[in-house]
């Protein structure tokens, strides 16, 4: 079963939008997915105590390298455009988590393993990582898909 639970906003509209969002985006990576537990958290301090518009936690064991519950954070500051960005964005490494593709080493907390092929985090720029890379291209494309769809103007 897919849960997705939606924590820190009073505003209706925006748990509406964030739901639908990440549904919608949840079957777009993950079509064949069946089981996830994802917490989506609307943080009013992670851009100022963090210094990052939203995160993404892997919260259980890993099984072969797979996860399945995760903790989504994103800034509260941000418009709701943005929160979808974001959504699009953190939810592209939950696919990353939940198939393998990404995982990180055990006994090396500063390596990261995509595809296979170990990567230093501290030496390797954010923005060169493909684990950004394919999560920034998967951002733009659903972030333009969502917004076609009139998600904004439905819950509007």
């Not at 890993?62 to 929160?83: C, G, M, S």
């Amino acid at each position: 079963m897919i849960k997705i639970r939606i924590y820190k906003t009073k505003d209706e509209k925006e748990r509406k939008v964030l739901r639908h969002a990440a549904e919608y985006f949840i079957s777009r990576l993950l079509p064949k997915k069946k089981r996830l537990d994802i917490k989506i958290v609307i943080n009013p301090n992670l851009l100022t105590e963090e210094k990052m518009s939203g995160s993404c936690e892997p919260q259980d064991e890993a099984v072969n390298h797979k996860h399945y519950e995760f903790r989504i954070e994103i800034d509260a500051r941000l418009n709701l455009t943005d929160k979808l960005s974001i959504l699009a964005h953190e939810l592209t490494h939950v696919k990353q988590y939940t198939t393998g593709q990404l995982y990180s080493d055990a006994r090396k907390h500063d390596i990261s393993i995509w595809e296979g092929k170990p990567y230093n985090d501290q030496k390797v720029k954010y923005e060169n990582q493909p684990w950004e890379i394919d999560a920034q291209f998967y951002e733009e494309l659903l972030l333009d898909e969502i917004i076609a769809t009139g998600i904004l103007k439905k819950y509007g």
